[in-house]
């Protein structure tokens, strides 16, 4: 049963923490997208990459955030150093290509105290 | 920019009866993709329907049936004979086609179901 995952499922930090999340795309998929859900936002868009290159990051703030695909089977979001504003759930999704159906993780939920 | 709008935060519906979620959307784009996602309290985001909009037809999943409205860019969700198990957080989403410029999917604000037993 393919199925995109994520670690942690939950993370809680103090403030000026560093936090790294972690996504296994599902095997063969190309496409790997950050979205990340909170109640003033909603789900937005973070970050995509396509064969391990980045292609779409503007929905994420430069300064504190960075996202990579060390290889097919990774995908990682960092941020540093964490502040309470990104306390949200993030989640991995990944697909066949980028115009195929996205198959969503089960997030990580952080909350930076 | 592409938009999605639902303008229902929450709706209600008695077990086995009929509900309808709206949403709208707004694009100058001519090929694109619409989903209807299910967010159960799991967090699981669970994709429920597609619909091609070069696909006059409307796309039907068992009790889960769209009315593609694409001159009045409207799509909403038809839940025949509601389930307990269909509470939840539902999002509209849009996606570009096929070389357009949105290849990442623009979520609308949600609609929560609750159904009645």
């Known amino acids: 049963d393919a199925r995109v995952t994520q670690t942690p499922r939950h993370k809680v930090t103090e403030m000026g923490q560093e936090v790294t999340m972690r996504c296994q795309p599902i095997?063969?998929?190309?496409?790997v997208f950050w979205y990340r859900q909170t109640m003033m936002q909603g789900l937005e868009l973070l970050a995509y990459?396509?064969?391990?290159?980045?292609?779409?990051d503007s929905g994420m703030p430069k300064d504190r955030f960075s996202a990579e695909m060390p290889d097919a089977t990774l995908a990682t979001l960092k941020i540093q150093p964490s502040e309470p504003r990104d306390s949200a759930v993030y989640f991995c999704a990944s697909g066949l290509t980028e115009y195929n159906e996205q198959f969503f993780g089960p997030g990580t939920r952080l909350t930076v105290l | 920019a592409q938009t999605v709008t639902q303008s229902q935060p929450e709706m209600s519906v008695q077990e086995a009866e009929t509900v309808t979620l709206s949403c709208t959307y707004d694009?100058?784009?001519?090929?694109?993709?619409l989903f209807w996602y299910k967010q159960p309290p799991s967090r699981q985001m669970i994709l429920v329907i597609r619909q091609e909009a070069y696909k006059q037809q409307n796309a039907t999943e068992n009790r889960f049936s769209v009315n593609f409205q694409k001159a009045a860019k409207s799509f909403s969700l038809k839940i025949s004979d509601s389930q307990l198990g269909d509470a939840a957080m539902y999002f509209c989403?849009?996606?570009?086609?096929?070389?357009?410029?949105?290849?990442?999917?623009?979520f609308g604000t949600g609609t929560l179901l609750a159904v009645q037993p």
């Open positions: 095997l063969g998929h190309n496409t």
């Open positions: 990459f396509r064969n391990r290159a980045p292609l779409d």
């Open positions: 989403a849009y996606r570009g086609g096929y070389g357009g410029a949105t290849n990442k999917l623009i």
């Open positions: 694009t100058s784009e001519s090929d694109y993709y």
